[in-house]
């Protein structure tokens, strides 16, 4: 009895799930998932696309083929029943869990729509948290580019990355572990 109660509590507790989609099907399965109640990330940016007659500025999934929910086990599998879901991302044979800060880092880098310079002396694969400028409180690991230091913002999970150029004002601070 006491072991079905602890099952019972763990299926309840929400995580943020990777689930992969169909090919360039991640607004389709935003819908339905949403349709269904369950909560979703899609993450995106804006992009202007030429044709050869206009011009239009549309919106394009960051991670191709991905789309996240916060959801518990019943949750989770509800959205796997969705047409435009393929599968859930699997680590060590169980549904991976994304870090919650990994998700919150992601939908503040993106929410800041700035190319951006890093300030001087940071050294590349360093990993860092942002203490002040337009991407405060963000974590993430320094790179090195063409255009000078970059930060990139990782779903560890996916192995993929945002990256982007930051201010000169901005201040950091080395983060041993989190």
Not at 143 to 161: C, F, K, M, P, Q
Request: charged share 30%; glycine share 6%.
């Amino acid at each position: 009895m006491l072991q079905e109660l602890k099952n019972s509590a763990e299926t309840q507790e929400k995580a943020w799930f990777a689930l992969y989609t169909r090919s360039r099907s991640e607004f389709k399965a935003a819908e339905q998932i949403q349709a269904v109640g369950v909560q979703y990330y899609l993450p995106v940016v804006a992009k202007l696309k030429k044709w050869s007659d206009r011009k239009k500025k549309i919106l394009e999934p960051i991670l191709k083929g991905y789309i996240f929910v916060f959801a518990d086990e019943k949750e989770r599998k509800l959205s796997l029943e969705q047409y435009s879901v393929v599968r859930c991302v699997f680590d060590n044979g169980r549904p991976a869990k994304i870090p919650e800060w990994q998700i919150k880092n992601l939908k503040k880098m993106l929410s800041k729509e700035s190319d951006f310079l890093i300030q001087d002396g940071l050294i590349p694969g360093v990993k860092v948290k942002i203490r002040e400028g337009p991407f405060e409180g963000i974590i993430g690991v320094v790179h090195e580019s063409d255009n000078g230091n970059t930060i990139a913002v990782s779903i560890d999970l996916l192995r993929r990355s945002v990256i982007a150029h930051l201010p000169k004002e901005s201040v950091f601070e080395v983060v041993k572990e989190i």
